[in-house]
């Protein structure tokens, strides 16, 4: 079965008002996907999705769809699907970076493949090691006091037995909101913050600990890109447990990661690492160093939401029964637009075991 083509869509999508996101990157009400349909000699197509986001990747929408038209897809046409060793490598040859782009692609050759076999995309990765039905933290805003209680409250209510709160806007209201979500949430639940890159060490520092009551059950991405030394010291003089996310785009960086003794998870997921395979080399790798990973998010919809589903009940070494992640993204928008959405229910998510990447035809 070989590529012969493909072909784009862009759709934006607002999210829910309820779930406006407010992070050290700033407000986001809605994000423009491109998504795609992968053609093949055998009359399969396979579906993908970029999840993009400019301040997340640096990648725009019409920007992902030229590289995708004219840079990617003639690299990739004539490929025989399933060598993705090869498909990586054809990717990388005409164009640096572009993760999510190259993520579309890549996933949506698994679908083709596992429709072609009449496989979900798990049995292709080696068989399902944990129930197809996962459990999620929730992620919530920067929100004032008030709002982030009233959040926490219908959090714990809906099931959520982990909540994250957004930091890294302004420190002192940072503390005053992750003591006030303790205070509401108490302390038979997780409690993880996620700065994104959003304080300085020195401020993470110290923020971590005017939290020393709190109990963080994981600190998330507290410090800027490209400071392993910062993020070790971190984690050596506080103590506290470092999940490493918005710095680890490659295996390269996941390599600096461990070698720094910065963190004791990686947030793995296939938008953000160029696609299921590249996300396999770094769960592999960081298996062999004994660190844990688990599954990251930047807001994906029905395509690259599945994408992650299935890497997660795949590999053993991603450990969301011990750091849940990220999987409930299409639940943040206003619209479902795949004919079998995923299904997510409060804090449990659920994929089928229908071939490919099991989201049906896209209605879009
Ligand atoms: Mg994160």
Same mark, same amino acid.
Request: aromatic share 6%.
């Given at each position: 079965?070989?590529?012969?083509?493909?072909?784009?869509? %862009?759709?934006? &999508?607002?999210?829910?008002?309820?779930?406006?996101?407010?992070?050290?990157?700033?407000?986001?009400?809605?994000?423009?996907?491109?998504?795609?349909?992968?053609?093949?000699?055998?009359?399969?197509?396979?579906?993908?999705?970029?999840?993009?986001?400019?301040?997340?990747?640096?990648?725009?929408?019409?920007?992902?769809?030229?590289?995708?038209?004219?840079?990617?897809?003639?690299?990739?046409?004539?490929?025989?699907?399933?060598?993705?060793?090869?498909?990586? /490598? /054809?990717?990388?040859? $005409?164009?640096? %970076?572009?993760?999510?782009?190259?993520?579309?692609?890549?996933?949506?050759?698994?679908?083709? *493949?596992?429709?072609?076999?009449?496989?979900?995309?798990?049995?292709?990765?080696? @068989?399902? $090691?944990?129930?197809?039905?996962?459990?999620? %933290?929730?992620?919530?805003?920067?929100y004032d006091v008030e709002r982030a209680?009233?959040?926490?409250?219908? *959090?714990?209510?809906? @099931?959520?037995? +982990?909540?994250?709160?957004?930091?890294?806007?302004?420190?002192?209201?940072?503390?005053?909101r992750?003591?006030?979500? /303790?205070?509401?949430?108490?302390?038979?639940?997780?409690?993880?913050?996620?700065?994104?890159?959003?304080?300085?060490?020195?401020?993470?520092?110290?923020?971590?600990?005017?939290?020393?009551?709190?109990?963080?059950?994981?600190?998330?991405?507290?410090?800027?890109?490209?400071?392993?030394?910062? #993020?070790?010291?971190?984690?050596?003089?506080?103590?506290?447990?470092?999940?490493?996310?918005?710095?680890?785009?490659?295996?390269?960086?996941?390599?600096?990661?461990?070698?720094?003794?910065?963190?004791?998870?990686?947030?793995?997921?296939?938008?953000?690492?160029?696609?299921?395979?590249?996300?396999?080399?770094?769960?592999?790798?960081?298996?062999?160093?004994?660190?844990? $990973?688990?599954?990251?998010?930047?807001?994906?919809?029905?395509?690259?939401?599945?994408?992650?589903?299935? &890497?997660?009940?795949?590999?053993?070494?991603?450990?969301?029964?011990?750091?849940?992640?990220?999987? #409930?993204?299409?639940?943040?928008?206003?619209? /479902?637009?795949?004919?079998?959405?995923?299904?997510?229910?409060?804090?449990? +998510?659920?994929?089928?075991?229908?071939?490919?990447? @099991?989201?049906?035809?896209?209605?879009?």
């Amino acid at each position: 079965m070989k590529i012969t083509g493909i072909t784009t869509y %862009r759709h934006r &999508l607002d999210i829910k008002p309820k779930y406006t996101m407010i992070t050290a990157l700033g407000v986001n009400t809605g994000n423009e996907f491109v998504v795609l349909r992968l053609h093949t000699d055998v009359g399969v197509d396979g579906l993908g999705e970029a999840t993009i986001t400019v301040r997340w990747s640096g990648e725009v929408p019409s920007g992902c769809e030229q590289v995708i038209n004219e840079t990617l897809a003639p690299a990739v046409v004539g490929l025989e699907i399933g060598d993705f060793p090869e498909l990586n /490598r /054809r990717m990388d040859a $005409c164009c640096s %970076r572009n993760w999510f782009a190259k993520s579309a692609i890549e996933m949506a050759c698994w679908d083709a *493949l596992g429709k072609d076999q009449g496989k979900p995309v798990y049995e292709l990765l080696g @068989g399902a $090691c944990r129930p197809l039905k996962i459990k999620s %933290r929730f992620s919530m805003g920067a929100y004032d006091v008030e709002r982030a209680v009233g959040r926490a409250k219908e *959090l714990v209510a809906a @099931g959520f037995d +982990t909540i994250k709160v957004k930091v890294g806007t302004n420190p002192q209201q940072d503390v005053e909101r992750v003591k006030a979500v /303790r205070g509401e949430i108490g302390f038979g639940k997780d409690l993880v913050i996620d700065a994104n890159c959003g304080w300085d060490v020195d401020t993470a520092i110290g923020c971590v600990k005017q939290l020393s009551d709190c109990r963080l059950d994981l600190v998330e991405q507290p410090t800027p890109d490209g400071d392993y030394a910062g #993020l070790a010291r971190l984690r050596r003089e506080t103590g506290v447990k470092i999940l490493a996310d918005d710095i680890c785009f490659d295996l390269i960086h996941a390599q600096e990661l461990i070698r720094n003794d910065c963190c004791d998870v990686i947030s793995v997921y296939p938008g953000k690492n160029g696609g299921i395979s590249r996300s396999i080399e770094i769960l592999d790798y960081a298996q062999t160093h004994g660190v844990a $990973c688990s599954i990251g998010s930047n807001l994906e919809w029905d395509i690259g939401i599945s994408a992650m589903a299935h &890497l997660v009940v795949a590999h053993k070494n991603m450990q969301i029964e011990e750091f849940p992640g990220d999987v #409930l993204g299409p639940d943040y928008y206003v619209e /479902r637009t795949v004919s079998e959405p995923i299904d997510i229910c409060g804090p449990y +998510t659920t994929i089928s075991d229908k071939p490919g990447l @099991g989201v049906g035809e896209l209605l879009i």
